[in-house]
Structures are given as C-alpha cells and as structure tokens.
C-alpha cells in the first residue's frame, strides 16, 4: 500500500507519454495518405507498445538508503521561572588576550570616495537650519529672510511693460 500512489502517477505519466506519441504516428500517417483503418492501427500499435515499453522500466534502486525516522519524545521540564546559572554568564577576556578595539581608521573622506560617515558632526546642519530645511519642504515660511514668491508681481511688470511698448 505504500507505493500505490506513485504507482498510479507513473502509470498517468507513461500513458500520457504514450497517447502523445500515437498520436504522432497517427499524424505522420495521415500525411502518408494511409487509410483510416491504417491510421487507426499504426496509433494502437504505437499506444501499446511505447505504453508497454515505459512501464517495463524499472526505477533505480536508491543509492542513500535511508531509515526510519522516529521522532523522540519531547517534555517540558515545566513553564515555571528561567534560572540563569554560572554558565549563562558573559565571560571576560583572560589577562592574555587582547581585547577588540574598533578604530576609525578613515580620517578625511575624499571628495569622490564612496564612504558616508551617517553621523558626522561637520556635516550635519544645525537645529535652526534642518528646521528650516523641513519647513521649506512643508512650504510654511517663518523666517523673514525666506525668498518671496514675487511671481505674481513680475507678470504684472511685464504686462504694464507690453502695455506701454504699443
């Protein structure tokens, strides 16, 4: 009962393998101009024999033979408190190790290089002026010395400009 199912898929497979290819004869022999009683054995005969030809082969004995796979049984010691033992704990290096320092071997960025420092204090912008930054995105305007959108006042310049022109 174990290999029922492949049993039966393999059988789709090589039936559908075999049904495909009598039609492919049948096909080559209607182009032969045979007759359809022709035809119609050539595709039987061709069904049967791929059919029985695919079926006669046997499948590889497996080269990793593997075992029964029992899983063990699995107790929780209890869902009461973690206790952290000695081993738990962080150990310091010995007196003969060296410990780990990082170093910013990196100076001075170079105007090409590809390296970005994301905390570098001379390149970040003061308070006042990312405030300002982010108010100019937002559009609100609270500085005095902001651009003014004068736009308006310039097309009413040029059109008295034209005017006077005529």
Known sequence: MVGQRSDRIEAGIDSAAAALYAGATML??????????????????????????????????????????????????GLGELVLTDGDRLQTPAADQEALVLDDVLAQIGPDSRVVRLFDRGAMPAPGQLEARVDGHLGKTTDESAPVDA????????????????
């Not at 032969?32 to 046997?58: D, P, Q, W």
């Not at 736009?151 to 005529?166: D, I, M, T, V």
Request: aromatic residues 12%; hydrophobic residues 60%; charged residues 15%.
């Open 28 to 77: 080559v022999l209607s182009w032969l101009n045979a007759s359809n009683v022709y035809v119609a054995i050539g595709g039987a005969t061709a069904f049967a024999a791929c059919f029985y030809g695919l079926r006669s082969v046997e499948p590889e004995a497996l080269k990793f033979a593997l075992c029964a796979f029992a899983p063990a049984a699995f107790e929780l010691a």
């Open 151 to 166: 736009s308006a006042a310039l097309h009413q310049a040029l059109a008295e400009l034209r005017r006077s022109l005529r």
